[in-house]
């Protein structure tokens, strides 16, 4: 990213801000004070260990969980249900029946009116939105095949295009890498820093492992112990900012271009 | 093919309204079926078909047609079981088993008090088993229009249901009440249930409502073609069905013919396992990509 868009972006308003969110669950409280924002076109990564809270928190952004305290704010004001078209949503694990009676084609189009009452007339325009959002993800190839008969990679790209067809401005990934070989991995990831260059589009993703996005990544929410830290990569996954969310000592080690965050004593 | 539709089957008014009132029955199953096994609510049909046998047994002991008494018994148990909770499967298991015990036992009660009524078992029997050809003809416009209702409701909520079982929290981070959306599937299903309790009887009615649509899926990749081919199948099976047991008059014992339900869940059980004569879906590899070094089970 070049200094200049970089300087536009720091002056662009948040699109979708939390702001001192809490949320109990099971009588535990599991997040708590959690501040950040995320402007138009930005991708960020959502990291932090298993349980950490990563799931919880995409939940309370999409309404399907209630926070205990703090609000959610897309373009300066509340969330509300008229703002849910605005966020695309791939979900953490899908387990689809091989019986399911779903194409890859099927899922995308309920991605268009999936929340309608009524028919959907198929229609030559209707195909044409289809197959376009097929071919950007690259699932054009297995579009009339059984959704629940695909791979985990090709699952996750159908599930992509579900997303985006009805062309959000936030989408939220929960461990779209999960699963996946290195090469699917890569292939999602550049995908995913594409369309939040080329098409604006927010891209907020979580992940345990933050080594894949690396390159991607312009922002990360790091969350764990209840609380997040945000900022650039290099600000945030430090020994001492690590340190200090953990609560206890972690040492940041940076090899061959990957970060590994380990337990320290 | 004279030997299959012998003269006369067309001219019985009884065999009229048996193809009538079993070609609505099935189409209503077929459809609203390959949701029931979609969302893997074969139990909850099953539950409902149990209570709409109390319900039907409660009609005719206070001489109202059948089908009222499985309706309204169906849409009450629909709604019950929404309160206590069909997700929940733990508390699902208990509550139903405990209900259901409780419903067929009233049930048997109901039966038995009927019988002393008119000393015939016939009824117990249609309540239990169906027959087609028994079903009176003031009933056929209601029930055409509860076929209707019940399969338009799940043609309008088909996307939503469709989208809900792919991922339920998709569908409410769409903003789909999914639980309201539940709620009304659950009652066209009492609906369908008691349709197809009609027909062929409460306990064989999910026979009708789980079979095709089963044959369906395993044929068919689009959910509108699985909706297309499982009401087909059925209506196949059902009118094949009723023509049999008409023919089975000539069989022995000579002068009582075979029970019509008998042939249509044979049927139906039939079209499903030949789906597993097929030859085995897709041999080779779907494309290249899918060939890629450890792909992802
Ligand atoms: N319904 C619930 N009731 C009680 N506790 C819950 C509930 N759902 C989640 N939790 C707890 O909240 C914490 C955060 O869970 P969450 O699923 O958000 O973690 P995560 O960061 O997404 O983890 P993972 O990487 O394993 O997906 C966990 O400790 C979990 O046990
Ligand atoms: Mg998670």
Not at chain 1, 9 to 22: C, F, M, N, P, V
Not at chain 1, 89 to 112: C, F, H, N, T
Not at chain 1, 180 to 193: M, R
Request: proline share 4%.
């Amino acid at each position: 990213m070049s200094q200049e868009t970089a300087q536009h972006k720091t002056e662009q308003a948040d699109l979708l801000k939390l702001e001192g969110i809490g949320v109990r669950l099971g009588g535990r409280l599991v997040l708590s004070d959690v501040t950040f924002g995320i402007r138009k076109g930005e991708f960020t990564g959502l990291i932090g260990p298993n349980g950490a809270g990563k799931t919880t928190l995409l939940r309370v952004i999409l309404g399907l969980q209630e926070p205990s305290g703090g609000q959610v704010l897309i373009d300066g004001e509340p969330r509300q249900a008229h703002h849910n078209s605005s966020i695309g949503y791939v979900p953490q694990k899908l387990v689809i029946d091989p019986d399911m009676p779903l194409r890859a084609r099927d899922v995308v189009s309920l991605g268009l009116d999936g929340h309608r009452l009524g028919f959907g007339f198929p229609s030559s325009r209707r195909r044409e939105l289809i197959d376009m959002a097929l071919r950007d993800v690259g699932a054009e190839k297995f579009a009339d095949a059984r959704v629940g008969e695909l791979s985990g990679g090709e699952q996750q790209r159908v599930l992509i295009a579900h997303a985006l067809i009805s062309r959000p401005r936030m989408l939220l990934l929960d461990e779209p890498l999960a699963n996946l070989d290195l090469k699917s991995e890569q292939e999602i990831v550049a995908l995913l820093g594409k369309l939040a260059r080329d098409n604006e589009i927010s891209v907020l993703l979580s992940a345990h492992d933050m080594n894949p996005l690396l390159s991607v990544m312009d922002r990360i929410v790091y969350v764990a112990n209840g609380h997040v830290a945000t900022g650039s990569t290099d600000e945030v996954v430090t020994s001492e900012g690590l340190t200090r969310l953990y609560g206890h000592h972690v040492d940041v080690v940076r090899v061959h271009n990957r970060v590994l965050v380990v337990a320290g004593e | 093919m004279h030997f299959l539709f012998e003269p006369g089957l067309l001219a019985s008014g009884p065999v009229r309204t048996a193809l009538l009132v079993g070609g609505i029955v099935a189409v209503a199953s077929g459809v609203i079926g390959v949701f029931t096994v979609i969302r893997s609510q074969s139990f909850a049909g099953h539950s409902l078909a149990d209570v709409a046998t109390t319900g039907g047994s409660g009609a005719f002991l206070v001489g109202l047609n059948q089908f009222w008494g499985f309706l309204a018994a169906g849409i009450a148990a629909a709604g019950l079981m929404e309160a206590i909770g069909v997700q929940r499967r733990r508390g699902r298991d208990v509550a139903t088993g405990v209900v259901l015990g409780a419903a067929l036992g009233a049930a048997a009660l109901f039966l038995y008090l009927g019988t002393q009524q008119t000393s015939t078992t016939g009824a117990s029997f249609t309540i239990l088993f169906g027959s087609m050809f028994v079903i009176s003809p003031d009933t056929v416009p209601a029930l055409i229009a509860s076929g209707a209702v019940a399969v338009l409701a799940v043609a309008v909520l088909a996307r939503v249901l469709l989208l809900t079982s792919l991922s339920p929290d998709l569908a409410r981070a769409r903003g789909v009440n999914v639980r309201l959306v539940g709620m009304a599937y659950l009652i066209a299903l009492a609906i369908s249930v008691s349709l197809s309790a009609v027909a062929i009887g409460a306990v064989l009615s999910t026979a009708l409502l789980i079979g095709p649509a089963a044959t369906a899926l395993r044929l068919t990749k689009s959910p509108v073609r699985a909706m297309a081919a499982s009401a087909l199948s059925g209506v196949a099976a059902t009118w094949l069905g009723i023509v049999l047991a008409y023919d089975s008059d000539d069989w022995p014992p000579h002068g009582h013919g075979w029970p019509v339900s008998f042939f249509v869940v044979v049927l139906v059980v039939a079209g499903y396992l030949l789906t597993y004569v097929r030859r085995p879906r897709r041999l080779a590899p779907r494309s290249p990509h899918e060939g890629a070094e450890c792909s992802p089970a």
